[in-house]
């Protein structure tokens, strides 16, 4: 029987919390509650109360000491995240925005197709549209590396892949932390942009006109997808339709089908990119048990 030890309301905290208390030996779950509104961590044993008590108290008065996400790398398999029944777009869009990093790509994307809207395209195009490597290592302007992750082109492209990344994007984070999203973010933008710059022309300005979250979304989508494989146990999963409708969309991209312009390489990178990530903290994580 689960003894009930504190609640939150928002879910990355009870989560960060319950991966602490696991690498303490303390067996803990997160479950939410009837209403939805709240987020129980549940003890496993009764008698670690005390001790998880203490360890609580001081968590609450520094939730952001990095030992907790630490915690959040190398334990996360301690934790029982318990998937929703039902799809609720308004729910995990609200919880997407109660995790950190989650909130600041989202703003961010948001923020800079606001200000194209207003007519600031060009400008904001000017300073983060890619451009050739060799012409990044005269101007060194290695910002653009990740700049054309933040612009999108159209109402659906944008609405597409912040659906994507606010549903994934905070999965990662609640279980791992926002450090561990940070990374997964950081490289696969980094990666899918120069995959997709090398089969794109320059145009005016050395620029290159793609650009979206699209290779950061198939990376998060491979991320949780191989880890929901390689261990179930950590509670990241995703249903086996939404994989198979990401793959399809990929291959639709290949075949030249669609009615849109596709960045088929920075798709294909951010996945690779993805499951690879997936691949080495599993990994990690099993070469940590046999050295205990």
Not at 47 to 58: Q, S, V, Y
Not at 178 to 191: D, P
């Amino acid at each position: 029987m689960s003894h009930p030890l504190i609640a939150f309301r928002q879910q990355g905290v009870a989560h960060l919390l319950a991966n602490y208390l696991g690498s303490q030996n303390i067996r803990a779950t997160v479950k939410p509650t009837e209403a939805g509104d709240e987020f129980v961590v549940l003890l496993a044993d009764d008698n670690d109360a005390l001790k998880a008590r203490a360890i609580t108290e001081e968590f609450i008065q520094q939730p952001n000491n990095p030992k907790y996400q630490q915690a959040a790398w190398q334990h996360g398999e301690n934790v029982d995240l318990v998937p929703s029944r039902q799809f609720d777009a308004k729910g995990f869009i609200s919880n997407a925005l109660s995790v950190p990093f989650t909130s600041i790509v989202f703003l961010l994307c948001v923020l800079v197709y606001g200000l194209s809207l207003l007519g600031l395209f060009s400008p904001i195009a000017q300073h983060l549209l890619m451009q050739p490597l060799s012409v990044l290592a005269e101007n060194h302007e290695w910002w653009r590396l990740l700049g054309p992750a933040f612009i999108h082109f159209s109402a659906l492209h944008i609405i597409f892949n912040l659906l994507w990344w606010c549903m994934l994007g905070a999965k990662i984070e609640s279980t791992f932390g926002k450090s561990m999203l940070l990374v997964v973010f950081a490289l696969s933008a980094i990666i899918s942009n120069v995959a997709q710059a090398m089969f794109t022309t320059p145009v005016q300005g050395n620029l290159m006109l793609f650009g979206g979250l699209s290779g950061v979304v198939y990376a998060v989508m491979g991320f949780v997808w191989w880890l929901g494989w390689l261990k179930p146990q950590w509670g990241l999963s995703l249903p086996k339709s939404v994989v198979g409708f990401m793959l399809v969309w990929l291959v639709l991209g290949f075949a030249d089908v669609l009615w849109v312009n596709m960045a088929n390489a920075a798709h294909t990178a951010g996945l690779i990119t993805g499951c690879l990530l997936a691949g080495l903290l599993s990994l990690g994580a099993d070469k940590r048990k046999q050295g205990q």
